[in-house]
């Protein structure tokens, strides 16, 4: 298995506070990924990062920021949390075409489920 | 852009029955093509990919998939499952005119496969 964690896990938080969620890897891959998973949408890009301090939005950025200050954390910021961003967050990394297995596969960390009250 | 559609969201099948999940993505530009399986409360593993080359694609677990460029349709069947497929399958593609990599997903579709 690739290896990827994310932290923590699980927490409950509440309207208006900030959280960050953090995905470390192991692989030192360039590329890394956040993803939100919601029922009936299937996982939709958060941000992405193509290299250290280099990031970029996805399709569903507002209310998020990204940090990656080195190569194996990225770091998912929400700045006051609210109800709507209460999901399951999906880290996911690359090696793009420069390393195996050459054809941009992501791999896939357990998860964070977070709920906001 | 690009999308994808997964057109069910659920599959009910009985164990050792066929089964096939269809996915069909909006654009025939060259892309790669990605099939995911999250098990309950899981990360997502990977299924079968294609790149290139021959449009019958096998994975794991038994899984295969069929790329046909013309109807823009990747579907995945297994010719006889078992109670432990249960799970959420994602389809996925990759622009390869994108140097990000970044992936497109669809809505999943759940199978339910009972005994």
């Known amino acids: 298995d690739a290896g990827i964690t994310q932290s923590p896990r699980h927490k409950v938080t509440e309207t208006g506070t900030p959280v960050t969620l953090r995905c470390h890897q192991t692989e030192n891959h360039r590329y890394m990924y956040w993803y939100r998973q919601d029922p009936g949408h299937g996982l939709r890009l958060i941000h992405y990062s193509y290299g250290v301090k280099d990031t970029d939005k996805g399709e569903v950025s507002d209310g998020y920021s990204v940090s990656r200050s080195k190569t194996e954390d990225f770091l998912l910021t929400l700045e006051s949390a609210t109800s709507s961003q209460t999901s399951v967050y999906f880290c996911a990394i690359s090696a793009g075409t420069s390393g195996p297995p050459g054809d941009g596969e992501q791999f896939f960390g357990p998860g964070t489920r977070l709920t906001v009250l | 852009a690009q999308s994808v559609t997964q057109l069910d969201s659920q599959v009910p099948v009985f164990e050792e029955a066929p089964v096939e999940l269809r996915c069909n993505y909006s654009?025939?530009?060259?892309?790669?093509l990605f099939w995911y399986v999250q098990y309950p409360n899981q990360g997502l593993q990977l299924l079968l990919k294609y790149l290139s080359g021959s449009t019958l694609v096998k994975g794991i677990n038994g899984f295969e998939a069929e790329f046909n460029k013309s109807q823009t349709s990747f579907h995945l069947r297994k010719p006889s499952v078992h109670i432990s497929d249960t799970a959420e399958y994602f389809c996925a593609v990759s622009d390869l005119m994108d140097s990000s990599y970044k992936l497109i997903f669809g809505s999943g579709t759940r199978l339910l496969v009972r005994p």
């Open positions: 654009s025939s530009v060259s892309v790669y």
